[in-house]
């Protein structure tokens, strides 16, 4: 019998690494088992001191602490750490002294007491230290992200010691087999009594006990163990229930933390936790972000509703492990991490593809994805730094946005805007019934609207509305599709579920569907291209809900409605290269003739997506009037701006001639309503008027105006800069073109 729902697979019994103090259970004579490193160490950049002498140790440089498992690498030369310690060990003749590495997060090159030895996670120090006296230790780690290691130690072991313990269960027998690692030493067999107990955590009683009579040949080897477990308490979301295993072999002794769980894969991709499929929910954080801060991070990412972490930047430490062992969040790491395993809540997989949306509700980049498996998803535009009120409220001013906010609204409506793209992009994964999500987006810093959004979002029981376009004329149709993603939550039958779109002319669609729940985790329940005729100008909700029950959560879409006979009209000649077949129609239709540009032509001259001749943009730089639909084609070069790598968190229209008649709600283009005219491309500038700008965030988290779209002032006349989609109809960006050449 057992105390969680399971079915009859086997168990991985994972370790949970102690701290040193706990390898060796009391020192004769007085004298220490183990030394932890946990204090004391410098660290000095490698091109900053030369190899012979930072193998003799060095007190200057930057002081860590165990708080600092891991310090950013900007140079990329890598690392010396170096630590001077002294130790009183209490080592026998036929003991050893072995050094144990965890988070060394690279650690190619060891020296104690300036003389080298063969680096790995255990190495055999014996010959080199001095166990009784002063000490020097030194690290070269390379990398992006380097650490002097929040857990070094020195063990003395005797020898023939134990090296691990893992195992395997069947939940439904309650037989676990305990496979303990022993290394042998010595040069012959021994004799040896192995002694195994696993005592409960809640009450500090035995759960299982075993002792047998082993004999160990020289080396390495196994010892397998049978342990009746009757009533085995899984490791779980809602109780990391953990057991303490200790183990006795001849004159050695050995604790570790342990628990039971089992993870798989199904045929169709899907991931199954203790017998249930679950689905993978999965934040994607940085060993550069949770420096001095991991448990914080931790505690954030599963408040926000996610089951799983995993590590953009290396490979997860033992301090993350360790607490996310504790935590109950699995943790994701590419399949051959060395050690990693030993963890419970540790799960190997070989990675996922990766989908960068320059706007929230990127349908296209998500259409080849198929059933099942995991999905990384990432905004081309988010934010990986803090985005300082302030410098947020100067921007306000500088693009003429004619609001008033204080610095810490201003910060909270930034935040939620790059929360909600990323909403609407996990809206779009769930819809293709995906096993899971990765979310890549910065947590360096909380994100209020990140714990109130992403729940919902992730939910096991959720609508997806999902929509082509979000943007649309009144002569269009709204092509609205609706599911319900129902992982393992409603019983699978059929579900009344009431669909109404609202504008503020009130109720204008309302429709009851019959759902049929029993076809898997995700249904459609309406797929239907919806007339907009009649539709007044404005912005409209669709808004979904079950009837009776359930409660899924995300149940609305918002879109625009415009009349395109309110688009300007404009005269005149343009001349334009690299033009798609919409925006001649656009132009032609509004009352512009239309020219090919070659070259010699004034007055207004358009250079499309299509155009990336150096040459031309050349000749075209003398025209009264130059817009450049593409600006990122040729590389800003001999424009007055210069290409933005920075994330935007926030980006605005303001309000002016060229953003006249455009739908926008508030000033905010969220990637959630207006994704489908953003290229990911951006430009840091300062123009005279700014039309489209967002607040880059460069990578030292200095905040830097960027723009999408502005207007400069030239000799000849004016450039107008605008990296937006425009090849295709669109309410905002047709009026956009439009004022751009009117104007």
């Not at 004329?473 to 409603?490: C, I, K, M, P, Q």
């Amino acid at each position: 019998m057992r105390r969680s729902i399971g079915r009859n697979i086997c168990v991985l019994l994972c370790v949970l690494a102690l701290a040193a103090a706990l390898f060796g259970c009391g020192a004769r004579g007085g004298g220490q088992k183990a030394v932890s490193l946990s204090e004391g160490w410098y660290a000095a950049p490698a091109d900053a001191v030369d190899e012979q002498t930072a193998a003799k140790g060095f007190v200057e440089g930057e002081a860590l602490s165990i708080d600092q498992t891991c310090i950013e690498n900007a140079a990329g030369g890598g690392y010396y750490y170096s630590n001077a310690f002294t130790c009183a060990l209490d080592a026998g003749g036929g003991d050893r002294v072995l050094l144990r590495l965890y988070d060394s997060c690279g650690g190619e090159r060891i020296w104690l007491n300036g003389k080298e030895v063969t680096p790995g996670g255990v190495v055999d120090v014996t010959e080199q230290i001095r166990k009784k006296g002063g000490n020097t230790l030194v690290m070269l780690c390379s990398g992006e992200i380097v650490s002097p290691g929040s857990k070094v130690t020195f063990e003395v072991r005797p020898e023939v010691m134990v090296e691990g313990v893992s195992t395997e269960l069947d939940m439904e027998t309650g037989k676990a087999r305990l496979h303990v690692q022993v290394s042998n030493m010595t040069d012959e067999n021994a004799e040896e009594t192995l002694s195994l107990t696993l005592t409960s955590m809640d009450n500090n009683a035995a759960a299982a006990e075993r002792t047998q009579a082993v004999t160990l040949p020289a080396g390495s080897s196994t010892q397998s163990v049978e342990l009746d477990m009757p009533d085995v308490i899984e490791w779980g979301y809602e109780n990391p229930y953990i057991y303490k295993v200790s183990v006795s072999l001849g004159s050695d002794s050995y604790s570790d933390y342990v628990g039971f769980k089992s993870v798989s894969v199904d045929g169709d991709g899907f991931y199954t936790v203790n017998g249930e499929r679950t689905f993978i929910k999965c934040a994607e954080i940085s060993l550069a972000d949770a420096l001095g801060g991991v448990r914080d991070i931790l505690n954030y990412v599963k408040t926000s509703g996610f089951n799983a972490v995993c590590v953009a930047d290396g490979v997860p430490t033992e301090a993350m492990l360790d607490y996310c062992d504790r935590l109950r969040l699995l943790v994701f790491y590419e399949a051959g991490g060395s050690g990693l395993a030993s963890h419970i809540s540790a799960v190997g997989f070989a990675g996922a593809p990766s989908f960068t949306a320059t706007g929230g509700a990127d349908a296209a980049a998500l259409r080849g994805v198929e059933d099942g498996g995991l999905v990384r998803l990432a905004l081309s535009y988010g934010s990986d730094a803090r985005v300082d009120g302030q410098s947020l409220v100067d921007w306000y001013e500088n693009v003429g946005a004619g609001v008033d906010f204080a610095a810490g609204e201003a910060e909270r409506l930034a935040a939620a805007a790059e929360v909600s793209d990323m909403a609407a992009l996990i809206t779009r994964a769930r819809e293709s019934d995906v096993a899971g999500v990765i979310v890549a987006m910065g947590m360096t810093h909380a994100k209020a609207s990140f714990v109130d959004v992403m729940p919902d979002s992730l939910n096991d029981l959720r609508f997806t509305l999902t929509a082509d376009r979000t943007n649309l004329y009144s002569t269009d149709a709204l092509n609205l599709r609706v599911g319900v993603s129902n992982f393992e939550v409603l019983d699978p039958k059929t579900y009344s579920v009431k669909i109404s779109i609202v504008g503020e002319q009130g109720l204008v669609y309302s429709k009851v569907v019959e759902a049929d729940l029993s076809g898997g985790h995700i249904s459609v329940i309406l797929d239907e291209s919806i007339p907009l005729s009649g539709y007044a100008p404005g912005r409209y909700k669709a808004a979904c809900e079950l009837v009776s029950g359930g409660h899924p959560t995300c149940g609305e879409l918002y879109f625009h409605v415009s009349d395109k006979a309110a688009l300007p009209q404009i005269s005149g000649t343009v001349y334009g290269a690299g033009l798609s077949e919409h925006q001649k129609a656009l132009l032609a239709a509004q009352g512009a003739t239309v020219a090919d540009y070659t070259g010699a032509e004034n007055g207004t001259v358009i250079l499309g997506s299509g155009c990336a001749d150096q040459a031309l943009l050349e000749k075209a730089t003398s025209a009264k009037k130059l817009i450049l639909l593409a600006p990122q084609n040729f590389g800003f070069a001999g424009l007055p701006a210069e290409a933005s790598e920075a994330p935007m968190p926030a980006v605005f229209a303001a309000e002016n001639v060229y953003t006249s008649g455009l739908p926008y709600a508030g000033g905010y283009l969220t990637g959630a309503e207006y994704g489908d005219i953003f290229t990911g491309a951006a430009f840091y500038a300062q123009p005279q008027v700014p039309v489209v700008s967002g607040l880059g965030v460069q990578a030292d988290g200095a905040a830097r105006m960027a723009a999408l779209c502005g207007v400069f002032e030239t000799e000849s006349g004016t450039v107008a800069l605008c990296t937006l989609k425009t090849d295709a109809e669109n309410p905002f960006t047709d009026a956009l073109l439009l004022n751009l050449v009117s104007n």
